[in-house]
């Protein structure tokens, strides 16, 4: 269980640093409202990261396509 929590801890932690670089706006926010605004933060990040490979697989799949046709 504290394991668990740890590489919870962690996890929100290196979202935070990651978000900085990109929206220093968002990572105060993230760094002043506490637990619940990190675990947004936190779930909003992996949507993107999601999102993201959605369109790079799509990508992939247009250009195969385009080169077949």
Do not use: D, K
Request: charged letters at 30%; a positive charge.
């Amino acid at each position: 269980m504290s394991t668990n929590l740890m590489s919870w801890r962690a996890r929100a932690r290196w979202v935070c640093s990651a978000s900085t670089r990109r929206c220093p706006s968002s990572a105060t926010r993230c760094r002043h409202a506490g637990r619940r605004a990190r675990r947004h933060n936190w779930v909003l990040a992996e949507h993107t990261q999601r999102a993201r490979a959605r369109q790079l697989i799509e990508g992939v799949a247009e250009l195969r396509r385009a080169g077949l046709a």
